[in-house]
Antibody, heavy 125, light 106 residues
Framework: EVQLVESGGGLVQPGGSLRLSCAAS????????MSWVRQAPGKGLEWVAN????????YYVDSVKGRFTISRDNAKNSLYLQMNSLRAEDTAVYYC??????????????????WGQGTLVTVSS | IQMTQSPSSLSASVGDRVTITCRAS??????LNWYQQKPGKAPKLLIY???RLQSGVPSRFSGSGSGTDFTLTISSLQPEDFATYYC?????????FGQGTKLEIK
């Protein structure tokens, strides 16, 4: 069974740091781009960052650039999100997601499947 | 790329045909996905590449569109379909989602 399990969430003060982990199983982790997506309480979904199979390409949403770092360890089938200088607006459930893809004559279609169950990060004093 | 869904909420009855629309702020070809989310749960993929039904998803769900305008249609609503639906573009990073459409029981 393809599965993603996040951990590492919790309560942290503004300006603090937290490291999220995502353990993958049931598929060849090293073959896939991976993403982090977050959802603030009662709000919609926001893509945060993604990383290429070998870690050589990384992209972030502007609001976390310079504060968050995505990384992976293919030997441990794990994805990470190091979050520094946390702000109240970073409070959210953080999901990791696999990025399957399919090439066509038009280019490459990408989607998120599966998603982990999520881990809650609360930034508050 | 901004994604705009309409309506933001919708009341419907079991058996109804429902359509949700998603508009992109620029052309995204067919790089559009649809997800269903129930309270307290992770999103679930329904449709990828605008019209491709994810394995295991009931055939009452369908997607269409290309360029800037897309639709998700549920042909005959079932009780388990009451949830929030999101569109998402994968044309370019930052990947962006619509604001969501909450489908409620009438």
């Amino acid at each position: 069974e393809v599965q993603l399990v996040e951990s590492g969430g919790g309560l942290v003060q503004p300006g603090g740091s937290l490291r999220l982990s995502c353990a993958a199983s049931g598929f060849t982790f090293s073959n896939h781009w991976m993403s982090w997506v977050r959802q603030a309480p009662g709000k919609g979904l926001e893509w945060v960052a993604n990383i290429k199979q070998d870690g050589s390409e990384i992209y972030y949403v502007d609001s976390v650039k310079g504060r968050f770092t995505i990384s992976r360890d293919n030997a441990k089938n794990s994805l990470y999100l190091q979050m520094n200088s946390l702000r109240a607006e970073d409070t959210a459930v953080y999901y990791c997601a696999r990025e399957p893809y399919e090439w066509s004559i038009f280019g490459v279609a990408i989607w998120f499947d599966p998603w982990g169950q999520g881990t809650l990060v609360t930034v508050s004093s | 790329i901004q994604m705009t869904q309409s309506p933001s909420s919708l009341s419907a009855s079991v058996g109804d045909r429902v359509t949700i629309t998603c508009r992109a702020s620029l052309s995204i070809s067919n790089y559009l996905n649809w997800y269903q989310q129930k309270p307290g749960k992770a999103p679930k993929l329904l449709i990828y590449a605008a019209s491709r039904l994810q394995s295991g998803v009931p055939s009452r769900f369908s997607g269409s569109g290309s360029g800037t305008d897309f639709t998700l249609t549920i042909s005959s609503l079932q009780p388990e379909d009451f949830a929030t639906y999101y569109c998402q573009q994968s044309y370019s990073t930052p990947y962006t989602f619509g604001q969501g459409t909450k489908l409620e029981i009438k």
